[in-house]
C-alpha cells in the first residue's frame, strides 16, 4: 500500500464524489486518505452513502482540515465556483499536487464568457491558463503532462465525443448545429429539490435551460476549435425519468459533399484505437442501458429525412465518462499509469 | 339511457382502446354496446383490463359477431392496415354509421405516399377521399360533417398543433425543420416486445426509428398544406422510461423576420379560443406531468441561442389528446355535442 | 353557481390539499373559494401546481387571511400538529362550517395516545371528542350526522377496510395480525428530501418506520373496535419506486374454524353494497394500477400454505381513497349529497 | 490465458447467464470459451445483449454444440425442468467438470416434493443425490469439495440468510415465520411477457403466486434443517416497479426468551467473519439501493410492536447474490480460489 498514490476526493458528499470514491476504492493504484463534504463534515461515509459501508474509508472533513502535502492527487466534485480559490490553496501549499477538477471551474479558457455565464470574475486567473481541458480522446498528450485538468461537463463530453471529428473532418457543416441532450436527474445532484422528488421528475418529461445551459459555451468553445472559427450551437437538456444515463442526438448539415456514411466513417476513424469510445454501425442504436455504470461512450450516425442533413446519437453514463470515470481516465495519464486502469467494469444492465 | 348514441370500440384489448372505453364509461351521451378484441374475444373486459372492473361493460367479441346497424359510431383503434376493409364493411352494412379512426389507415391522402409508407396498395380508396384529418383544432368544420374521420398519430398531433401555426403565420420557415420527439411506452401499445419490459426500457433511453418513423408523411401532409408548398421534416422519436406523456421539441428558422415573441403571439393568437391548447408564457417550461391523463395541450416558445432561431416545446398524454380523446372530441363535434363533453378531467399529477 | 357548496381547502400546495382541488373542480356541487398554502401564500395555483392551470383558481393565501363565514365547508390537507387550534377557531367562528380534516389530528380518540405519538398534548379536546373517524364504510351514519370527520390516515384506510370485517366476523384472530404494507412516495409529502429524489427513491426500496410508525394506533384503535378489547398490531411499511398507490398485504389467523373461503365471504357480505369496495374472486389478485388516481378499492383473500392462517391483500389509490376521495366521499355524506358525487373517475392504467 | 480455467455459461442470453457473463469477463481466473442460448443460437452477444458488445465473446451456441471436453466449469442458468439431462450428459462426457446450477432443478433433496411443486418425477436422482445446496455461508466446506452445487432461488439466498441463525440460534421460534418478499422485475426473466412490460409493471405493485411460490419449499427444507424439524412457511413474494433488487421482511416469534437485541447478536455472530453478509445496527434500515449490482447482503434486526416478536430484514441484488454473484462465489470455492475473487465490485448507486 505504501507505494499508492494518495488521493483526495472533495465534495465526496455528492454524486460525483461518491461514485469517485466507488472506482477508486477497486483502483489498483489509489489509495484514498481525504474526503471532504461541506454540510456533511464529521459523519462516516457509510452514514451518507450506505452502500460504500462494504469498505473502509475515512470520515468526511471540511476542506479547511485537509493536509495537502498528504496527498498526491486531489479530485475536485465541488459546485462550481468554490473550487478556484481552493485549487490556488492546493498549489500554493503543494505544488508538486495534481488536481482533477470535475467542477465548471477551470473549462472556459476565455475569462469574458466565464464571468458571462457564472456571474463574477474568474479568481484563479492563471491557473486558467494552465489548466488542460479533459476530454481525454481529445486532449490526451497535454493531460498526460499537466498539473490541473478541467474535466469537462457531463453534456459537453457526450457532445463533443460525436461532433469534435464531425466538425473537424469537414463533413458535418459548423452552423445550425442542433444538441438535444436527455439526462437522468443525478445530473442535477442530490441536493433535495422539489422538481427532483421522484412524485415530480418521475413518470413525465420536461426540457429545462432551454437554449441557456452552461454547457452551451463549453461546447461552443471546443467546436470552434475544430471549426477553426467561432459558432455557436443550439442546445437543449431534458430532464428524463432516470437516475443515471445521458443521450444526445444532434442534428447537422452535411457540408463538402459528404455523406451520412462519409460522417460515420470520420467518426470510426477518429476512435479507431480508443479503448472506450465505440462508433456502432448502421444497424445498431446507441441507447444509455448500454453504457450504464461504465465509461464506455456508444456514437452512431444516421442518415436524416432532408437530404444533406445527418443525426448523430451519443451516449454515456453520466457519473461515470461524464465524469467521475473520466477524471479517473484523466488521473491515468497524468500519473503514467494504463489508461484503462480501473475503468474496465463492464455496463450493468438491466 | 335509449337517446344515448351508441358506440362501439374495435380494438378494446389495446392501451388505446381501453382508454376510450375509460372516458366513454363516464361520457354522457354514449352508451358502449359493442367491444372487440382479435385475440382476447369470449373474455371479459375485467379480465383483460382489471381496472375497468369497477363498471359494467360487454365482453369482447371479434369483428365479424359485430351488428353494425346496433351501433351509430365505432372508434376503431386496430393496427394499420387491418381497419380500410373493415370500414368499408361498416358502411356497407349501415351507411348512416360514423366512424372515428385512431388507426393510421385512412390519415394519409396520397395513396402512393400510403404505399411507400405501409407496403401495401391502399384498400379503400373512395373512403380515403372521403376521410377527414382529425387533428380537430385545424379541420374542426370538416369534422363536424363527416361520416369517416382519420384522427391524427399521436406524434403529428403534438408536433402540428405546435407547427402548423408556425408555419402558416410565416413566422417560421417551412425548411429545416427538426422534431425531436420523446415517448412514453404505451405508444409501442401493448403487445408483449421484449424492449418493453420494465427491465429493458426501465432506467434508460434510446432513439427509435431514426428518420424513418411513419409518422413523418402524416406531418409532412399537414405541414406542406400550412406552408402551401411541399416540405420534407426531420423527426426522431425517442423511447423514454414512463408509460404515458409526449414531448415534442421543435427546432425551427425564423423568417420574415419574426422574433420568437412573434412566432408566440402567434400560436397564441391560432389557440386563443380553443379549449384544451394553451400557450404558456415565456417563463413556463412544458412538461409531459402537466397534461398527464388528460386531453390538455400545452405549448411553449422559446428564442433559441442561435440568432434567427426558436425552439417550440409542446406536451401532450398520447393515449388522449394524442388519441382516446382526440377521438371523442371528434365524436363530439360529429354529432353534435358539446365539444369538451366528457373531456373536462383534469390532470393527474403526481 | 350560487347555490353551489362553498368549499374552502386548507394546504393546497401539498399533494393531498391539490388532489382534492383535481376533484372538486370537476365536482357539481362545489365551489372552491379559499385555497391556503403556507409557504405559497400569494403564488397562484397554476405557478405551484401547473397541472392546475387548466381551470380558474383562487390564489393561495395565508390561513390568516380566510373569512370563515364565506365557506360551508372546510378541506384541511395540513402536516399534523397544526390544525387543531385552526378548526377550534373555524367553529368559533362559524359554527355552521362542516369540516372535513385529512390529517392525523383528530384521529385518535384517546389523549394520551394520541400525546404518546405525536408527542404534545391535544389542544381541541372538546373538538376530538365530537370528532367522526371518517372510514366511511364503518362509520357512514355518524358522518352524516358530523360536523367534524377526521379522515383516515392512507395505510389504515387500505388495513382497516381489510381486517375490521375480517376481526369483527370473528373469521380472523385479533392477536398477532401482521401488516406489511407498500406506498408510493406520494405519501410521503411534497417537501423536498433527499430520500425521496428520483435518484435515491427509484429503483431500489426499502421499510421505513419499522414497527413504530404512527398509523399504527388508529388501526389498534379501530380494530380493537371490532374485536372488542384491545389489540396491538405489527405494523411495517416500504417505500416503493412509484408515486401513487398503496398495498397492504396482512397476514392473520383464522378463528373459530373458519377458511380462507369462510373468511372471503364475510368480507364480500360486509362490502355488497358498497360502491368503492370490491372484494375480489379467488383466482384475482389485487394490484395498485387496478385502481390508481379512482377512489376504489380492491381486497382479496387468499389460504395460507401454514394450515389456518390467511393472506388478506388490499390497494387503494393513496391520495384518492386514502385522503382525498375519502375526504368528498364524507363531504358528499355530510352535505346529503349522493355519495358517489364526483367520484366516480375510473382508474386510470397504464 | 493457457492456465485460466475454462467456462460455459449454459442459458447466457436470460439475465442471470449475462450478468454472470458480465462478471466472469473481468474475472482473472476465468476464460469464456462456450455460451449457448436456446432460440438465440447464431447470435452474437453484442447483438443480444449490446451492453456486453464492449469485450470480445463467443457467439451463442445451442447446448448440442458444446463439446463438454473443452471446459472446466459449466454454469447454468437455463429453465427449471430443463437442466437435470443436460447436467447428466456434461458428466458423461466430462467427469472432471464442475457445476454450478442457477437453476432450480437440484435444490430440493426430497424427489417427492420436487414432483409435486415442478410435476414432474426428478430425471437425475444419482445427482440429485451428490449435488450440494449452494447457499455459500452455510455450505462452504460441502461446496468446496463438490462437483455439483445447486445454487439457491434469488428469494430464498435473501430469506435463508436471515432466517438460518435465526432459528439454529434458537432466538426465532420455527413456527407461523411470515416471510413477506419484494423483487424487482428481473426476477421473471427476459421473455416477454405482458404483465412485465414497463406500461403494466412500473407505478404499481403487487403479490403473486401467494402462498403458492416454488421458492416456499426450498426455505422449508433449509429451514426445517436449521430447526430440528420439519416446518412450514408464509411466504408471499410482491413484484415491485423496479429492474433489480429484492427485500425480505420476515415477522418471526421471539423464544426462548430472546429480545430482538438476542436476535441480531446470533446473526451478527453467525456472520462476523463473512466477506458479502453484514449486519446492520439497530439504527441502519436495509435497501436494496445499498447493494445493487454487488454481491453484498444487508441484514438488520428490529423489535416489534407486538411484545415477543421480531422483525429480520434482508437484501440482496438478485442477479448478483440472488444467482450470478453466488454462482461465482461458489466457483471460487470449488476451484481452491479466494473466495471473493472477481466479486468485490462495489454497489453501484444512484
Same mark, same amino acid.
Request: charged share 20%.
Given at each position: 500500500?505504501?507505494?499508492?498514490?494518495?488521493?483526495?476526493?472533495?465534495?465526496?458528499?455528492?454524486?460525483?464524489?461518491?461514485?469517485?470514491?466507488?472506482?477508486?476504492?477497486?483502483?489498483?493504484?489509489?489509495?484514498?486518505?481525504?474526503?471532504?463534504?461541506?454540510?456533511?463534515?464529521?459523519?462516516?461515509?457509510?452514514?451518507?452513502?450506505?452502500?460504500?459501508?462494504?469498505?473502509?474509508?475515512?470520515?468526511?472533513?471540511?476542506?479547511?482540515?485537509?493536509?495537502?502535502?498528504?496527498?498526491?492527487?486531489?479530485?475536485?466534485?465541488?459546485?462550481?465556483?468554490?473550487?478556484?480559490?481552493?485549487?490556488?490553496?492546493?498549489?500554493?501549499?503543494?505544488?508538486?499536487?495534481?488536481?482533477?477538477?470535475?467542477?465548471?471551474?477551470?473549462?472556459?479558457?476565455?475569462?469574458?464568457?466565464?464571468?458571462?455565464?457564472?456571474?463574477?470574475?474568474?479568481?484563479?486567473?492563471?491557473?486558467q491558463?494552465?489548466?488542460?481541458?479533459?476530454?481525454?480522446?481529445?486532449?490526451?498528450?497535454?493531460?498526460?503532462?499537466?498539473?490541473?485538468?478541467?474535466?469537462?461537463?457531463?453534456?459537453?463530453?457526450?457532445?463533443?465525443?460525436?461532433?469534435i471529428?464531425?466538425?473537424?473532418?469537414?463533413?458535418?457543416?459548423?452552423?445550425?448545429?442542433?444538441?438535444?441532450?436527455?439526462?437522468?436527474?443525478?445530473?442535477?445532484?442530490?441536493?433535495?429539490?422539489?422538481n427532483?422528488?421522484?412524485?415530480?421528475?418521475?413518470?413525465?418529461?420536461?426540457?429545462?435551460?432551454?437554449?441557456?445551459?452552461?454547457?452551451?459555451?463549453?461546447?461552443?468553445?471546443?467546436?470552434?476549435?475544430?471549426? =477553426? &472559427? *467561432?459558432?455557436? /450551437?443550439s442546445?437543449?437538456?431534458? #430532464?428524463?425519468?432516470? @437516475?443515471? $444515463?445521458?443521450?444526445?442526438?444532434?442534428?447537422?448539415k452535411?457540408?463538402?459533399?459528404?455523406?451520412?456514411?462519409?460522417?460515420?466513417?470520420?467518426?470510426?476513424?477518429?476512435?479507431?484505437?480508443?479503448?472506450?469510445?465505440?462508433?456502432?454501425?448502421?444497424?445498431?442504436?446507441?441507447?444509455?442501458?448500454?453504457?450504464?455504470?461504465?465509461?464506455?461512450?456508444?456514437?452512431?450516425?444516421?442518415a436524416?429525412?432532408?437530404? =444533406? &442533413? *445527418?443525426?448523430? /446519437?451519443?451516449?454515456?453514463?453520466? #457519473?461515470?465518462?461524464? @465524469?467521475? $470515470?473520466?477524471?479517473?481516465?484523466?488521473?491515468?495519464?497524468?500519473?503514467?499509469?494504463?489508461?484503462?486502469?480501473?475503468?474496465?467494469?463492464l455496463?450493468?444492465?438491466?
Open positions: 500500500m505504501t507505494d499508492r498514490i494518495r488521493i483526495g476526493v472533495l465534495g465526496a458528499s455528492g454524486y460525483t464524489g461518491s461514485d469517485l470514491v466507488r472506482l477508486a476504492l477497486r483502483h489498483p493504484a489509489m489509495e484514498i486518505v481525504t474526503l471532504t463534504g461541506a454540510t456533511q463534515a464529521g459523519r462516516s461515509m457509510a452514514d451518507v452513502f450506505p452502500h460504500l459501508a462494504f469498505a473502509p474509508l475515512p470520515d468526511l472533513v471540511t476542506v479547511d482540515e485537509v493536509d495537502w502535502m498528504a496527498v498526491d492527487a486531489v479530485f475536485c466534485g465541488l459546485p462550481h465556483g468554490t473550487t478556484q480559490e481552493i485549487i490556488a490553496a492546493i498549489f500554493a501549499a503543494n505544488p508538486k499536487a495534481k488536481v482533477i477538477d470535475m467542477s465548471a471551474d477551470f473549462r472556459l479558457r476565455n475569462p469574458e464568457t466565464y464571468r458571462e455565464w457564472y456571474g463574477h470574475e474568474h479568481r484563479a486567473l492563471a491557473l491558463d494552465e489548466a488542460v481541458y479533459g476530454l481525454t480522446e481529445h486532449y490526451r498528450d497535454a493531460i498526460a503532462r499537466a498539473r490541473l485538468v478541467a474535466c469537462p461537463g457531463c453534456y459537453p463530453t457526450a457532445a463533443l465525443l460525436a461532433l471529428p464531425a466538425v473537424a473532418s469537414g463533413a458535418a457543416a459548423p452552423d445550425d448545429i442542433v444538441i438535444d441532450a436527455k439526462s437522468g436527474t443525478t445530473g442535477a445532484g442530490r441536493s433535495a429539490k422539489q427532483l422528488l421522484l412524485a415530480e421528475a418521475g413518470e413525465g418529461l420536461s426540457p429545462y435551460s432551454i437554449a441557456a445551459h452552461r454547457h452551451a459555451p463549453e461546447m461552443e468553445q471546443e467546436l470552434s476549435v475544430a471549426a =477553426g &472559427r *467561432a459558432l455557436t /450551437v442546445f437543449t437538456p431534458h #430532464l428524463i425519468p432516470m @437516475s443515471r $444515463g445521458e443521450l444526445c442526438t444532434a442534428y447537422v452535411l457540408s463538402g459533399g459528404a455523406s451520412a456514411a462519409d460522417l460515420r466513417a470520420a467518426l470510426a476513424s477518429a476512435y479507431r484505437d480508443e479503448p472506450f469510445v465505440k462508433v456502432v454501425a448502421e444497424d445498431v442504436i446507441p441507447k444509455t442501458q448500454n453504457v450504464r455504470g461504465s465509461n464506455y461512450v456508444q456514437i452512431g450516425v444516421f436524416d429525412r432532408i437530404p =444533406g &442533413r *445527418a443525426i448523430i /446519437v451519443s451516449v454515456i453514463d453520466n #457519473l461515470v465518462k461524464g @465524469s467521475a $470515470g473520466q477524471a479517473i481516465q484523466n488521473f491515468n495519464l497524468m500519473f503514467g499509469r494504463v489508461e484503462t486502469e480501473g475503468l474496465l467494469q455496463p450493468m444492465f438491466p
